[in-house]
């Protein structure tokens, strides 16, 4: 079963998904969601077991409004959630090689960036 747009209306419901997909990487990953860390409370944390694997901070972001630029308010969005990651500090802890990911979603329409600690 794959979840519609219309299923997908806020961050917290697409947040729940990614939770529920990353679960079957608890053999590799500690987990994390939703932990006070740092200066805020991160979204998803894929904290790796092994070192010497890479380790992934994920921040998600709901664009609410309908904008006549929507690309770029995507686009907008997803480096303020990398700034978000590095600004409260939500790698605290994690070791080796981190990737942090900003997903901005509004209805059909995402923007993923990434950045490499």
Known sequence: MIPSCHDLEKENSYHMMMLGMCLCLDKDYEIISNREVGKGRDDLILKAKDEKKTSFV?????????KKALEKALD???????????DNKYDYGLKGKVIYIGLVHHGKDVNIKWEEK
């Open 58 to 66: 994920l921040e998600f972001k709901y664009l609410k409004k309908d």
């Open 76 to 86: 907008d969005l997803s480096n303020k959630a990398i700034q978000q990651i590095k």
